[in-house]
Antibody, heavy 122, light 107 residues
Framework: QVQLVQSGAEVMQPGASVKVSCKAS????????MHWVRQAPGQGLEWMGL????????NYAQKFQGRVTMTTDTSTSTVYMELSSLTSEDTAVFYC???????????????WGQGTPVTVSS | DIQMTQSPSSLSASVGDRVTITCRAS??????LAWFQQKPGKAPKSLIY???SLQSGVPSKFSGSGSGTDFTLTINSLQPEDFATYYC?????????FGGGTKVEIK
């Protein structure tokens, strides 16, 4: 059974950086992209970007360009998402979701992590 | 960016009802359209991809249709566990974008 297990909740100061992890299991890690999605309290879903674990290549939403960094550790099948220069508007739940590459797209989400709440507050 | 517009934003329905949710893309996306279900405090769950294909394990009471710019999600025989928020998403081009969501509530 495919599993994506994310790191725990974080409380951060404004201006700080947060690094969230997503550990994958029960599938070939390098065969699927990993995407990150943000959800502010009471709001909808917002795509942040993706990483190809096989090559390390990334594609970030313009809104997050310059503030987000996605990395991968193939030895532990873990993907990381780091968001810097945090403000209160970054208070949200962050999800990793696997991008299925069947059909050549890698943009179709199938499995999701449980979510990591991040609170930005002084 | 491709804008995704869902309607209605919320609806009330009774157990056993059939409900239909609409999603419109600001430009043609062929069938690169997915639907997700999200319950309060939980991660989204993937329901449908390629506009009409069910994800593995999703019951056939859920169905999707459409192509181009107009899409629908239909839920037959609504059950208590189906009350949730539903999102559409286009994956034709980056940035991937979601609709604003439709909250299905109990009447």
């Amino acid at each position: 059974q495919v599993q994506l297990v994310q790191s725990g909740a974080e409380v951060m100061q404004p201006g700080a950086s947060v690094k969230v992890s997503c550990k994958a299991s029960e599938y070939t890690f390098t065969n699927y992209y990993m995407h990150w999605v943000r959800q502010a309290p009471g709001q909808g879903l917002e795509w942040m970007g993706l990483i190809n674990p096989n090559s390390g290549s990334t594609n970030y939403a313009q809104k997050f360009q310059g503030r987000v960094t996605m990395t991968t550790d193939t030895s532990t099948s873990t993907v990381y998402m780091e968001l810097s220069s945090l403000t209160s508007e970054d208070t949200a739940v962050f999800y990793c979701t696997r991008g299925d590459c069947s059909g050549g797209s890698c943009q179709r989400f199938d499995y999701w992590g449980q979510g990591t709440p991040v609170t930005v507050s002084s | 960016d491709i804008q995704m517009t869902q309607s209605p934003s919320s609806l009330s329905a009774s157990v056993g009802d059939r409900v239909t949710i609409t999603c419109r893309a600001s430009q043609g996306i062929s069938n690169y359209l997915a639907w997700f279900q999200q319950k309060p405090g939980k991660a989204p769950k993937s329901l449908i991809y390629a506009a009409s294909s069910l994800q593995s394990g999703v019951p056939s009471k859920f169905s999707g249709s459409g192509s181009g710019t107009d899409f629908t999600l239909t839920i037959n025989s609504l059950q208590p566990e189906d009350f949730a928020t539903y999102y559409c998403q286009q994956y034709k081009s980056y940035p991937l974008t979601f609709g604003g969501g439709t909250k299905v509530e109990i009447k």
